[in-house]
């Protein structure tokens, strides 16, 4: 199969790098308005950047109902600071829920009943449910494709303090099988990457 990209419709293109791109980590992000307004929603398109200095970066895309911006992408070029909390299993199904497009005015840790606790270098709370918090702030943010829908930015974020759940930290490391990770696939397909796992040690 060949495919053009520039004869894509915006959803097929999403669905063939939804498809390709996988398993993807979430970041399960915090933020806040300049009024204290809490906002809290799930993003796959996430990764590393580099670790010195310690730098993480998400791609939020823009509504796919009218391309208006995200409240958690607002909210981040407003007040330059967010959390990036890690998703364990056991609370996965609270994190699906903060995917509905609520309004501006709702809180999503009220609606998921998920639990604030307070950072410790920012001010957007970190999910109390969540194992590891990145605090982040932000460093830049690229926007790519315009104001359509399917169009999206990337968010790069300075990591300014971490919290490891004491359970998890072993020797300087995070211990996986404690983390208890989950990664999205294609669709409504999530995955425990853990699930089976193997070594290969670089030569």
Not at 69 to 89: A, M, P, R
Not at 137 to 145: C, K, M, P, T
Not at 147 to 173: C, M, N, P, Q, T
Request: with cysteine; aromatic share 8%.
């Amino acid at each position: 199969m060949e495919i053009k990209t520039d004869t894509l419709e915006w959803k097929d293109a999403y669905k063939l790098l939804q498809g390709s791109v996988l398993p993807r980590p979430i970041a399960f992000v915090s933020s806040q308005d300049e009024s204290g307004k809490a906002n809290l929603a799930p993003f796959s398109f996430f990764t590393v950047i580099s670790a010195n200095p310690m730098m993480v970066c998400f791609s939020p895309m823009r509504r796919g109902t009218d391309g208006a911006k995200k409240d958690t992408l607002k909210n981040i070029e407003s007040t330059k600071e967010f959390v990036i909390n890690i998703v364990s299993e056991e609370f996965v199904q609270q994190m699906n829920d903060c995917a509905t497009e609520f309004a501006s005015d709702v809180d999503e840790f009220e609606a998921s009943g998920l639990n604030k606790v307070d950072s410790v270098v920012v001010k957007p709370s970190r999910v109390k449910e969540s194992k590891v918090h990145l605090e982040c702030v932000l460093d830049q943010v690229l926007h790519f494709g315009g104001e359509e829908v399917g169009a999206g930015s990337l968010v790069i974020g300075k990591v300014v303090h971490v919290h490891v759940a004491d359970e998890l930290y072993e020797s300087g490391r995070i211990n996986s099988e404690k983390l208890n990770p989950v990664g999205r696939l294609a669709g409504a397909t999530y995955t425990l990457p853990l699930a089976k796992t193997f070594e290969l040690q670089r030569k």
